[in-house]
């Protein structure tokens, strides 16, 4: 008699069906988590870039007070809105070391700032009720029509000292330094509703 081939067991119906059932609940999360992932990565370099670029101009002397300036900071923002109701917010600042000089110019007797970082200048584009500044929040009311601050005031008024500038970068009396910092929220990108996935960007850059 002729050998017969082995006959193989029939596969239960649909099990097929159950085990990609199965692979997909774990594979198309891992999907979509690499896909927000990627999104993220691609903002935060634009974020960056932007950042980079309006901080580079700032040093440099550009006026971000003006209305031509800052069109072109909203230009180079591409994906983000740079609106009182956008998602997005830069903070222009010039922070100085006073120094007595400073004091003495200012006809000031006792000098609360003298040798501390204060801000001397503080510019705001997008929305500001996104992030505050790392280093502090100058009242409104001694902030002037283009962003400068008088000497008395930043002289005297301890509310406009840079707190914690000196741990990130050291001065000297009489020195300054420019400084830019943005803040971008990303919640479209947050496909899985997961927590954090969805936050903001924060970088900054000083010259």
Do not use: W
């Amino acid at each position: 008699m002729p050998a017969h081939p082995p006959v193989k067991a029939a596969r239960p119906r649909g099990t097929a069906m159950i085990e990609l059932a199965l692979a997909m609940s774990f594979a198309f999360p891992l999907l979509l988590g690499v896909a927000a992932v990627g999104v993220r990565l691609g903002r935060t370099l634009q974020a960056t870039q932007l950042t980079r670029d309006v901080a580079h101009m700032y040093a440099l002397g550009a006026d971000f007070s003006l209305p031509g300036t800052q069109a072109i900071a909203r230009t180079l923002s591409r994906d983000f809105t740079l609106t009182g109701t956008g998602q997005a917010v830069l903070l222009f600042s010039t922070v100085y070391v006073v120094q007595q000089t400073d004091c003495a110019a200012a006809g000031l007797n006792t000098c609360p700032n003298l040798n501390l970082p204060v801000f001397t200048q503080r510019i705001a584009i997008g929305n500001v009720a996104l992030r505050a500044s790392r280093f502090g929040t100058p009242p409104a009311n001694y902030i002037g029509s283009g962003g400068d601050i008088t000497p008395v005031n930043y002289c005297k008024q301890t509310s406009l000292v840079a707190a914690g500038f000196n741990s990130v970068l050291p001065l000297a009396a009489g020195q300054s330094s420019t400084l830019v910092e943005g803040y971008f929220a990303m919640p479209a990108i947050n496909f899985l509703n997961l927590p954090n996935s969805g936050g903001g960007y924060y970088v900054r850059f000083l010259f």
